[in-house]
């Protein structure tokens, strides 16, 4: 039974194994950043803080990028969709900047387009080899992460700009918490 915590986030299971335990977490920061930016309206997900361009609209749009990238281009050696095949990456904040020209909506079916793509991806993976299966595009060197490198890598993306989340969010409308 999946434990849900007061912000409707899924509890990571306690006793589960590997796969269990590394998705179960993985889900938990996605619904951390979910809740973080939930019920914003425009101007609330253009915020800044101090002098950085961070907004947790640009938030939501880089980690479906980021989503696509690991789970669609590298993990599945598939070619950039849209909106990525279209994008002039000699603007290396293009993700985070162009969000302001995207709406709410835009953005979070942005972003939950994207993470069902993963999980649906990741399902197939583990069913071709586990935590084992080597990503199909590989690095200049010819070497590869394995499917459990690849999401335990997310974790730590999102636990990185959850973090910038929750300085944003609160300096939106006052909302804390971890």
């Not at 101007?43 to 669609?72: I, Q, R």
């Not at 950039?80 to 835009?106: F, I, N």
């Not at 997310?154 to 918490?177: C, F, K, P, Q, W």
Request: aromatic content about 8%; glycine content about 8%; charged content about 25%.
């Amino acid at each position: 039974m999946t434990r849900v915590d007061e912000q409707g986030r899924p509890e990571p299971p306690l006793a589960a194994d590997e796969t269990g335990t590394i998705l179960g977490f993985l889900e938990y920061q996605r619904a951390t950043l979910a809740w973080k930016c939930a019920g914003l309206d425009a101007a609330g997900l253009s915020a800044t803080v101090a002098a950085s361009p961070m907004t947790l609209g640009g938030m939501l749009k880089h980690l479906a990028y980021v989503e696509d990238y690991w789970f669609s281009r590298r993990l599945n050696g598939r070619d950039p969709e849209p909106p990525w095949d279209t994008v002039d990456w000699q603007d290396p904040v293009w993700d985070g900047c162009s969000a302001a020209d995207d709406s709410p909506e835009q953005l979070h079916a942005l972003w939950q387009d994207a993470v069902a793509r993963s999980r649906s991806l990741v399902a197939e993976a583990l069913a071709d080899g586990g935590l084992e299966r080597p990503a199909r595009q590989a690095w200049p060197d010819g070497t590869s992460p394995s499917l459990r490198w690849i999401v335990v890598h997310m974790i730590e993306e999102y636990a990185r700009h959850n973090g910038h989340a929750d300085l944003l969010r609160e300096s939106v409308d006052g909302l804390t918490g971890e």
